[in-house]
């Protein structure tokens, strides 16, 4: 990629199933403010909830034929994200095999909660995906000791078992995208800003949604994390595990 700033934005989709939520992120999708292709990070359903697969599965067809499509675990439950225990790892691999003998073809992933360990990067790595877990700068809710990774920009991650895994780190949240213009700060050459889609049926988040993507593509050139991810394959650095691994 050239030197130009680019930037990227994704929406973590976790009430796919809530027909007035679902309807608010359907339209944002189409209507693309900015010239954003939102890329729809969507939880599967979670078998122990009782959750409408067919019904799942045809929202998530049509988030795929409007935007990139990822993966996005929340490991405890529907409403509870990180990991209260288990095996984490198999948990992003049985969703991604469910995903897969369904048709669809999730190329980027997201730990719920920012959630990552070296069994969800080696999980994520072998699916394929372009993670984008890590983050530009610490979560603030996370206690003290939670796992996290930190990344400011895209680079290939060397996990312990020797496989490579390409990181594309979230940068921004709304919140953070905000202050930043406000204040004028410097912004990273490639901006990755995220979104909840619960945030599109509280009507002030829903405007700033809209009122800040049209800034941001005055000030970066607007791409997708598919073409991103295509786009920095082959020139970012490589960093060992240890190296982005927070605690």
């Avoid at 067919?54 to 990991?83: F, I, N, V």
């Avoid at 993670?131 to 996990?159: H, V």
């Avoid at 709304?174 to 619960?198: M, N, Q, S």
């Amino acid at each position: 990629m050239s030197r130009e700033r680019y930037a990227v934005v994704s929406c973590h989709v976790e009430r796919p199933l809530e027909d007035s939520v679902w309807a608010r992120f359907s339209t944002l999708q189409d209507r693309r403010p900015g010239g954003f292709a939102v890329a729809a990070l969507l939880r599967p359903p979670d078998p122990g909830a009782g959750e409408d697969e067919a019904a799942w599965l045809e929202r998530a067809r049509d988030a795929a034929g409007r935007g990139p499509l990822g993966h996005h675990t929340h490991w405890t439950a529907p409403s509870h994200a990180r990991p209260t225990g288990g095996p984490t790892g198999d948990r992003v691999r049985a969703e991604g095999a469910w995903l897969r003998e369904r048709g669809l073809a999730p190329t980027l992933f997201c730990g719920g909660g920012w959630y990552t360990d070296t069994e969800v990067a080696e999980a994520s790595a072998e699916l394929g995906y372009a993670d984008c877990t890590l983050r530009a700068s610490r979560p603030p809710y996370l206690a003290s000791g939670d796992p996290w990774a930190f990344l400011p920009a895209p680079a290939r991650i060397r996990l312990p078992s020797g496989a490579r895994l390409l990181a594309i780190p979230t940068t921004h949240s709304l919140g953070e995208l905000a202050r930043a213009l406000v204040r004028r700060r410097a912004l990273p050459g490639i901006v990755h800003v995220y979104f909840h889609d619960t945030d599109l049926v509280d009507r002030r988040r829903r405007a700033l949604v809209g009122a800040l993507l049209p800034v941001l593509a005055r000030m970066a050139a607007p791409s997708d994390l598919d073409a991103l991810r295509v786009a920095v394959a082959g020139e970012v650095p490589e960093l060992g595990w240890d190296d982005v691994a927070r605690f």
